[in-house]
């Protein structure tokens, strides 16, 4: 039995798990553990390609057809600023990305995906949804759906 929010009332544990001490009590250890697992299988997914996890998720961020300035596609990304700025250089060269004038503030400059960085996302999608199949064949559809639900209201909860 664990205790409920705020110490109330207590709920069983689900059947196979333990309680955990140390780290394992962590929920912040856990989320890490967590994106280390899902990121090591994602990044195999992208290395045919040689597209990182970080350049997967500026590509995709991009890939909505408008330019994005370096802070929000660092925001979007989840990185910070030099490691983008280094991110986005190295699709640059690859000419997959292009960087050009905000469309909403021609003094600023946005980034934009290129045709090459189209096909690129055409091209990892097939790996994309097999990685996600196995995360719901080992987890489960049901399990998954819920899980994703509930980090979004966590991220939600804690940015308010």
């Given at each position: 039995m664990t205790a409920g929010p705020g110490g109330g009332r207590a709920t069983p544990l689900p059947q196979d798990a333990e309680p955990?001490?140390?780290?394992g009590?962590?929920?912040?250890?856990?989320?890490?553990?967590?994106?280390?697992?899902?990121?090591?299988a994602l990044a195999a997914a992208l290395a045919a390609e040689d597209v990182s996890v970080e350049q997967w998720r500026i590509l995709q961020a991009l890939a909505d057809g408008r330019g994005h300035s370096m802070g929000d596609l660092a925001?979007?990304?989840?990185?910070?600023?030099?490691?983008?700025?280094?991110?986005?250089d190295r699709l640059v060269e690859r000419a997959v990305v292009y960087r050009g004038h905000d469309?909403?503030?021609?003094?600023?400059?946005?980034?934009?995906l290129a045709g090459r960085g189209s096909?690129?996302?055409?091209?990892?999608?097939?790996?994309?949804?097999?990685?996600?199949?196995?995360?719901?064949?080992?987890?489960?559809?049901?399990?998954?759906?819920?899980?994703m639900r509930d980090l979004e209201l966590l991220v939600r909860a804690l940015e308010d």
């Open positions: 955990s001490t140390g780290l009590s962590s929920l912040a250890y856990l989320l890490s553990r967590a994106e280390r697992s899902v990121n090591r925001e979007a990304a989840l990185m910070p600023h030099p490691t983008l700025t280094k991110a986005v469309p909403a503030d021609r003094r600023k400059v946005a980034v934009f096909d690129l996302l055409g091209r990892l999608e097939a790996g994309i949804a097999e990685h996600h199949r196995a995360i719901l064949a080992a987890y489960g559809p049901e399990r998954t759906g819920r899980l």
